[in-house]
């Protein structure tokens, strides 16, 4: 977010613990902003929520929870092929 409206921030680390083939899977937005988990599934609970960690030093990311070290717990439902899109404020 900046003063000028939304805008990509590369290198903001993504951490889901029930992603990808065997869980654990972190990954790291691009230039664009972008980040995949990959095609290997997701593990979720009945509902379709799932923990993502986000973490960029410097930011915060409104609406979550404190996690480990710095990061931010968000809680978002999944639901077949899912795009999300963090906010995170500059501190």
Known sequence: MTSDGLVPLAGVE??????????????TTDDSGAYDFG???IWSD???VT????FKEGYNVPGG?????GW???YV???GDTRFDFQLVRR
């Open 14 to 27: 993504i951490y889901c613990d029930a992603c990808g083939v065997v869980g654990h899977t972190q990954v």
């Open 39 to 41: 095609h290997d599934g």
């Open 46 to 48: 009945s509902g379709g």
């Open 51 to 54: 923990q993502i960690l986000v």
């Open 65 to 69: 929870s404190g996690g480990p070290s």
């Open 72 to 74: 931010t717990w968000r």
């Open 77 to 79: 439902r999944i639901d």
